[in-house]
Structures are given as C-alpha cells and as structure tokens.
C-alpha cells in the first residue's frame, strides 16, 4: 500500500518546462517538483512545433519558461494562444543564476530555466501587446530615421567644408537650398552631393510619413490627447510614454514610474556604506531621452511659469541645471502616469500636488 501511494503521489507530480531559445533550434528541458529531470531534447523554433512536444513530455506541466530574447515576443504570444502556462524571464537576471553552472550548453541552459521556474526566484516580464509592438516599431524606425538624416546632413556640410564652402544654420528645405546656392561646378563634388541629397530627401519623405500616422492615432486616442497637454510632451513623447507603460494599473504608487524608467539614483548600502550614485538608466532608453528633453524644454524654452518649472528652477539653483533637468524628467514621468491613471488633463494644481 505504501509503494502504491508513493507512486501515485509521483504520478501526480507537475512538470516544469525550460525553453532555451535560439533561431534555429529550441532545447527543452522538462523537470518533476522535486526538480529531477524527465526528459530533455530539442525541437525546431517553431511554435506548434514546442507547443506539441511539451504538451508530450510534460503531460502535467504547470509553468513553462524562456528568456527575453529577439523571438521571445512571437513565441510568448504564439505558445499563449495554445493555452501553454509560459511566462518570460529577464535575461540578465537568468543569467545569473545560469552563471552558476560548470558548463554552459543549451541544453545545460534549458535545465536552468526549468529549475528557475519551478523555485519561483524570479519577477516575470511583461510582454506587450503586439499592437503596442507595432507603435514601438514606428517610434524606433522614426527614431533612426532621424539619426541618420542628422548624420547625412553632418556629412554635407563636412565635405563642403573641405572646399571651403561654409553653409548657414538651417534644417528641411532651408538646408537644401542652401546647399545647391553653394554647390561648385566641380562634377565630382556635384554627384556626390547630389547623391546625398537624394537620400536624404527620401529618408524625410519616410519620416513625414510615419509622422502623419502618429499623428493620426494622437487625434483619435483619448490617451494620447490627455498626455500632450502636459508641457514639454508632444506626440512622439505621449506615444513613446504609453507604449512603455502600456498598463497604468501595474504601477500602486504614481512615483515608481521615475525608477521603472531608470531616472532615480542607484544606491549601494551595506552596514555603515550607504552611497547614492547617478541615475540608473534601467528601462526604456528612447522614453527616457525623449522625457529629458521635454524637461530641458520647460526649463528653457517654456514661456509660461509653471509649479513644475519653479520648482525646476529650484533644483538648479540647488544642484545644478543637468540634475535639474532629469528631475523635471522624472516628476514629469509621475505626473504624466497619474493624467492617464485619473484620466484628467494637465493643471498647474496637478503639478503642485
């Protein structure tokens, strides 16, 4: 009688899965409660190709795992819609737990996983939504187009320079006309600039477009118009902004943006050592800059006077424009995640409070 308990307690025993992922091929590992393993081996990257031989080898599985990764958003949504318990673990911090390890092997990898899934020592990822992916998507090609416009342009004015050809502040249309005033009658120089230019002209062709269809979702998103009546946010940085966030409500305390978007003070203390050190940087990098400009606007371009820009102001005075700049950074962060949580346009009472 006690052999068939046994058996049937083991019998009723979960699995855990870990998926390490690479473009081609896929290593599983399947592990029981007691973290042993039962099976591990590999299939295609696929996801009804995993979906299927999971659901074989681990008939009571209750959580699965795989790392962030550049395929992890297409197989996170994939094996969801197969009903697959998958969560996504970050990869620094499954990283060190895998460091652990003599070996490093996918295979080696995907047991990790498993067992780091089955003891719970880890904070899930939220993966986005494929619809936020494709905003972002815009935001990030926008946001190279840019870089290598500017780029383009830097590299103009330096072979003008060369020749002795020195050409005037001006962006856009301004900046071409300034060029072909000045082009030499040298074909070589002509061509190349030309050739330049050409590039250039459809790079912000590209960019007016993807511009018109962000403006178009500013106009018809309820979201998107409260946040842009916050000083210094325009559309680019209220679309950046609720892409990265996505969900107001995972956030209990409107103040915890400012750490979630890398701008508070990392800090090391142990004992007597307690030292602050410089902004974190964690999180997403582009809403992050776009954030610091907008702070620098109110700081200085914003004509009206704000409780926002008095109390930046204050900052300066007391530390410095740089590290008043991301303060106004991050109080605009919690202001503009308490606008989307209440649903309310900006007030100077808003900023106040």
Same mark, same amino acid.
């Given at each position: 009688m006690a052999e068939q308990h046994l058996q049937e307690e083991i019998g009723a025993m979960g699995n855990y899965v870990g998926l390490d992922v690479s473009t081609k091929a896929t290593a599983v590992c399947v592990i029981d409660e007691a973290g042993n393993k039962v099976w591990e081996g590999s299939c295609v990257t696929d996801p009804e190709t995993i979906n299927t031989v999971v659901r074989r080898q681990a008939p009571d599985l209750i959580r699965a795992g795989l790392e962030t990764g550049p395929l992890c958003v297409w197989l996170w949504h994939a094996l969801n819609d197969y009903?697959?318990?998958i969560v996504c673990l970050h990869a620094r911090h499954a990283a060190a737990a895998l460091s652990?390890?003599? !070996?490093?092997?996918?295979? !080696?990898?995907a047991a990790g996983l498993?067992?780091?899934v089955r003891s719970g020592w880890y904070r899930p990822v939220v993966v986005k939504a494929l619809e936020t992916h494709k905003l972002r998507t815009m935001l990030a090609v926008r946001d190279q187009l840019v870089q290598t416009s500017t780029n383009l342009i830097n590299k103009i004015r330096g072979i003008l320079k060369t020749f002795g050809i020195v050409l005037g502040p001006g962006r856009g249309t301004v900046f071409e006309a300034n060029v072909r005033r000045r082009l030499p009658d040298d074909d070589i120089i002509r061509t190349v600039v030309e050739g330049l230019l050409q590039v250039w002209r459809t790079i912000q062709e590209q960019k007016r477009e993807i511009d018109r269809r962000l403006n178009r979702l500013t106009r018809n998103d309820r979201t998107c118009r409260v946040l842009t009546t916050a000083p210094g946010v325009g559309t680019i940085t209220a679309i950046s902004f609720m892409t990265t966030i996505e969900d107001p409500t995972r956030f209990v305390?409107?103040?915890d943006v400012g750490a979630f978007l890398g701008l508070t003070p990392r800090r090391y203390q142990s004992g007597d050592v307690d030292i602050g050190g410089r902004i974190s940087k964690?999180?997403?990098?582009?809403?992050?800059k776009l954030l610091f400009e907008a702070g620098h606007a109110i700081l200085s371009r914003s004509g009206d006077s704000t409780p926002l820009k008095a109390w930046g102001q204050r900052v300066a005075v007391r530390s410095g424009h740089w590290k008043a700049r991301v303060a106004v950074a991050r109080k605009l962060a919690v202001i503009l995640h308490r606008m989307w949580r209440d649903d309310v346009p900006f007030t100077p009472e808003l900023a106040a409070s």
């Open positions: 009903k697959l318990p652990l390890q003599a !070996n490093k092997t996918d295979r !080696n990898d498993a067992r780091l305390r409107s103040k964690c999180g997403d990098r582009m809403t992050r």
